[in-house]
């Protein structure tokens, strides 16, 4: 299992293509065209927002029941892929997971834009509402699409309340029923072939002792129930949310790796105690290439947080680290590392607040750790190794992966001798 243990962007997709090369099975369980994972290769770069990276090393790559899935942006990535000589044969989709439907996309930018000032920054492709409308029982599901009949009828039930909405609170567009209807129609014949039983695939494939691997998207502070409500995405990234999307036992999953930027970004609203004040946050953007993946927003920058960092080993049950990007702190003299938050009331606490108020209004308290100013290359600097122990100690679990450039091959196993 491998998660996000910040607020998305923490790089999972190097990791899960590392380890991927020694997979059988990459298999994603939450989220939808929302993630967008780059992958740097042989010179190439690959975005892809839907379909696990997985798919570029030629496993068996699942789209589990807790997605939504846009069926356009699907087909554009199964053909790009193609188009540059990735086989997507082995793309196997659930017919659980939900479908996100062109009212669902407008729906997320008219009511972001209704928000103003208090919009959640999503990344405007209808997840959320492509969400709500499964948790109300009256979301349109990929197996739909095997049915012609069933899934005009489910479009035209959807459309005669969404138009209402979209006419009359919104004040946008409606749809048209045969417009829908007909897209819907000839995505099928596409879709059809990738569509799997995708939990018996899973369960099938680890009783044959193969070894899966899970993927999340976004990360754990942007999960529905424990990351920064109400600037979440809809769905639970957290690893106990790998077992409900692929349709596992939690007894299953044997290891989870976090991934971690070795400094923190976040996209979108809300607090982030760490953020960094100056010039230096645009100093780490750059360097950094801190740009959205699916939005080209610019991201926020902030230094190490061990108080969320240390929440998410225990949410998700954390086995071990990936701590990625960590040339990117080569260019600073000292670095500050947030190892606790003052609270409105005077404490000090290592943890992560439970109520919101006091994470809106928490303070970080830093402890600066000596920069290195030097590339990195195989033998860490001794200033990089101390950086890298400090979390192990701060956190009490073992980083065994450090990133330490774009490429595929930037990566260190076991850079810190035990
Ligand atoms: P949504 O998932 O589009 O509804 O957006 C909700 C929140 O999650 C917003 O703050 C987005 O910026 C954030 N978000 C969604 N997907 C990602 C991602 O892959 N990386 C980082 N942030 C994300």
Known sequence: MIVGAQWGDEGKGKIVDLLAQEADVVCRYQGG????????????????????????????????????????????????????????????LSGNAHLIMPWHVAIDRA????????????????IGPAYADKASRIGIRVQDVLDAKILREKIEVALAEKNVWLERVYEVEPFELEEVAGAYAEHASRLAPHIADTSLLVDESLRDGKHVIFEGAQG???????????????????????????????????????VAKAYVTRVGEGPFPSEIEGERQAQVRELGGEYGTVTGRERRCGWLDLVALRYAVRVNGITSLALTKLDVLSAFDELPVCVGYLLPDGTETPHFPAHQSDFHHCRPVYESLPGWRAPLDDDLPGAARRYVEFVEEQLGVPVPLVGTGQERERILRAPVAR
Do not use: M
């Open 111 to 126: 009511s972001e834009r209704r928000l103003g000032k208090l919009q959640i920054g999503t990344t405007r492709r209808g």
């Open 33 to 92: 065209p929302n993630a967008g994972h780059t992958i740097i290769a042989d010179g190439e770069t690959w975005k892809i927002r839907q379909i696990p990276s997985g798919v570029l090393s030629g496993k068996v790559s699942v789209i589990g029941a807790g997605c939504v899935v846009d069926p356009q942006v699907f087909l554009d990535e199964i053909d790009h892929l193609e188009s540059r000589g990735v086989s997507t044969e082995p793309v196997r």
């Open 220 to 258: 754990t502070l942007l999960d529905l129930d424990h990351g920064t409500y109400p600037f979440v995405t809809s769905s639970n990234p957290v690893a106990s949310g790998g077992a409900t999307g692929s349709g596992i036992g939690p007894n299953r999953l044997d290891e989870i790796v976090g």
